[in-house]
């Protein structure tokens, strides 16, 4: 089964030529997320290109960016997903977005820029990610020598001018409740962690996006952590000083997401969503990730990720250690799309 591309101006409304749904088909009963109806219940507002701003009472605790445009047949369009960017950070600190990146960040911070490369090649969108990211944060001041960036290429490093994690682990072995491991040694060398995983389905936890991006990542043995469906240990790891201590911003590349078979990226099992979700609260964020994938996943008739048990259980448990919240009643989405 195949998830057809997001339309552009080209795009037909007939049946996709795989035989599966209809583009418009897919939009509407996907309940995409330009919908008019937030999570949390609010009527989000439709932005132009001058949004409005939240108040700071009001600020969200996760922002969804949407655009038709940013995932063409040539890869990503850089300029659309910049603009995506910027106005993520703005409506989550209510700051234009060099301001907003002062907030998040200290001027002598070195960053990590935390990527995934599972799934990398097929998804295709990891380069442009980061070139924009770097362009975003150098224009805030945040010079791209004092950014460490993990699990991209060596090209994508020196096009952009940024460091290569050192290898290897901390001699330190850590207990975190549920087990004991090294962490990796890049984190001694960061004051400041940017997050940005996939939205993927996993084969081991039920999905993958913040947390795992982060915790199996993290530890010198990820296998010994994978039992009872990876909890409680995802959110044990995070939730380590040493780790959740330089957390500062989580930026879930939905651009094309796996919604089946993954942590592999296959074509067939990949969704063109044109999604950036930002937030500080990475619980928050993977359970609005959880509903995006169940979204096209009932669409195309596959049983969601939440069964008849619920939502996969790491996020209870990591919720339990303070990461964040579960509660998708009182999650503040804010949706925009451009």
């Not at 911070?109 to 975003?136: C, E, H, P």
Request: hydrophobic share 45%; proline share 7%; with cysteine.
């Amino acid at each position: 089964m195949t998830a057809d591309r997001l339309p552009t101006e080209e795009s037909h409304d007939g049946p996709s030529p795989n035989g599966g749904l209809s583009r418009r088909d897919f939009l509407v009963r996907s309940a995409l997320v330009a919908g008019t109806a937030s999570i949390a219940g609010r009527t989000p507002a439709v932005l132009a290109s001058q949004p409005s701003q939240p108040p700071p009472e009001q600020l969200p605790d996760v922002v969804q960016v949407r655009s038709n445009e940013v995932v063409t047949l040539r890869g990503l369009h850089e300029g659309v997903l910049l603009d995506m960017l910027n106005l993520l950070l703005r409506q989550l600190t209510n700051r234009p977005p060099a301001d907003a990146w002062r907030t998040i960040l200290h001027p002598d911070d070195v960053i990590g820029l935390k990527f995934n490369s599972s799934g990398a090649d097929g998804l295709g969108t990891t380069d442009s990610l980061m070139r924009v990211l770097v362009q975003s944060l150098t224009d805030a001041g945040f010079a791209p020598e004092r950014m460490i960036a993990v699990e991209v290429s060596a090209a994508i490093r020196a096009e952009t001018r940024t460091l290569a994690p050192i290898e290897g682990w901390n001699e330190r072995v850590l207990d975190f409740g549920s087990g004991t491991d090294q962490l990796a040694a890049w984190l001694d060398r960061v004051t400041a962690i940017i997050n940005v995983p996939f939205l993927k389905t996993h084969n081991i936890a039920g999905m993958t996006a913040c947390l795992k991006n982060l915790s199996h990542a993290l530890v010198k043995h990820p296998a010994q952590f994978h039992a009872n469906a990876c909890s409680p240990y995802i959110g044990d790891i995070v939730a380590l000083p040493a780790i959740r201590s330089k957390l500062r911003l989580h930026l879930v590349n939905a651009l094309r997401v796996v919604f089946d078979g993954g942590p592999s990226a296959v074509e067939e099992c990949i969704w063109d969503a044109g999604v950036l979700l930002g937030g500080k609260d990475p619980v928050a964020l993977d359970c609005v990730g959880l509903q995006l994938i169940d979204r096209v996943r009932m669409a195309l008739n596959l049983p969601p990720i939440s069964g008849p048990e619920g939502p996969p259980a790491y996020l209870a448990a990591a919720a339990d250690r303070g990461l964040g919240t579960d509660r998708l009643h009182v999650i503040r989405v804010h949706k925009a799309e451009i």
